[in-house]
């Protein structure tokens, strides 16, 4: 059954889509409904992140399931917020869409939204739509909160302080490469069915990834605040510079101790890639990247799922990768810029 959208007008299709939201923060006092959500934070400080996705630069809806996008739509606006040690708490999502999408479709993009938002405990309280000429856009603003003295900013970072990454790094970009190759393959033709067994942790971090709220919350319960934090979303060489050019810093990132997953490595030697170039330059990785103070070296290493990659140095010093056999190399930002495509 298709649904034409034209069929619920503007209104017609808010209310259709945002029928069966319940609400769950107590913050959030009204949600879609009015002309305007009503938050009340009671003293924290807030905190707004905007992701704009359009298609054909973002995503291609030939191998991006909606349900999927919904999905990661959301996730990577709450990464933004627990990137400033913050808790998301309330979404707004905005959508230009074109005549070839029915109701059923939107649903399934939606069903993706409203289920980040249940895992991660986030309200959708409002947004926009509107017809597009050139595809599908999205645009999702989140809000969170936070305690004035726990926000954690990119400019933080100091001379002898570590860096840790959060999980693993490259396995998105793999996950991208793998798809694009699939659907050149394709070319069309009907039936085609590609084998993606043995590859689905990669394929998942690409096509549905995860904010780190758990890094989160355990560096809340071992009492541990990070100096500067900053989510891995253009890759890990341009973020860390990020961190570091806002710090008026330098640093030195260990080859040796980028941690990358198995898949990743095979399908970067199955594309002839270099795998550091992957896990440096790949992006969309979601992981958080943070620093602290040297002293907290142990108490840190002690929690599981983060990897001391490297430290912080003096401003004069650059940004320098340590390759494995002991050469220094100027670390550049590479990841991705669409800004640039």
């Excluded at 070319?187 to 690409?206: M, N, T």
Aim: aromatic share 8%; glycine share 10%.
């Amino acid at each position: 059954m298709r649904t034409e959208i034209s069929t619920l007008g503007e209104f017609g299709l808010i209310n259709h889509l945002t029928k069966n939201i319940k609400l769950t923060q107590p913050t959030t006092l009204k949600g879609v409904g009015d002309d305007a959500a009503v938050i009340d934070n009671s003293g924290k400080r807030t905190l707004v992140t905007t992701d704009l996705l359009l298609e054909g630069i973002h995503f291609d809806l030939m191998y991006a399931p909606l349900k999927h996008l919904g999905y990661k739509a959301a996730a990577v606006n709450f990464s933004d917020i627990y990137a400033m040690n913050g808790k998301p708490q309330q979404i707004t999502v905005s959508l230009g869409i074109s005549k070839r999408f029915s109701v059923e479709e939107l649903d399934e993009f939606y069903a993706g939204i409203l289920l980040a938002c249940e895992i991660y405990g986030v309200d959708l309280v409002g947004g926009d739509t509107t017809s597009s000429l050139t595809g599908f856009s999205i645009s999702v603003t989140c809000i969170g909160i936070a305690e004035d003295d726990k926000i954690v900013y990119r400019n933080g970072a100091k001379d002898t302080d570590l860096i840790f990454v959060s999980g693993d790094l490259g396995a998105a970009y793999m996950g991208l490469q793998l798809l694009e190759r699939e659907k050149s393959v394709f070319g069309g033709k009907a039936g085609f069915q590609p084998d993606f067994s043995g590859k689905e942790y990669i394929l998942e971090r690409q096509l549905k990834p995860e904010a780190r709220k758990d890094i989160v919350q355990l560096l809340a319960e071992h009492e541990i605040l990070p100096t500067a934090m900053i989510d891995v979303s253009d890759g890990l060489s341009s973020d860390i510079i990020h961190i570091c050019k806002q710090s008026n810093t330098g640093c030195r990132i260990f080859e040796e101790r980028l941690p990358i997953d198995y898949q990743t490595a095979v399908m970067a030697e199955t594309f002839n890639l270099n795998v550091t170039t992957v896990a440096l330059n790949g992006g969309e990785d979601y992981e958080l990247l943070f620093t602290v103070p040297l002293s907290l070296h142990e108490k840190v290493s002690a929690i599981p799922g983060i990897h001391l990659v490297g430290h912080i140095t003096k401003p004069e010093d650059g940004y320098r990768l340590i390759t494995r056999d002991g050469q220094e190399m100027d670390l550049k930002a590479q990841g991705w810029n669409p800004i640039e495509e």
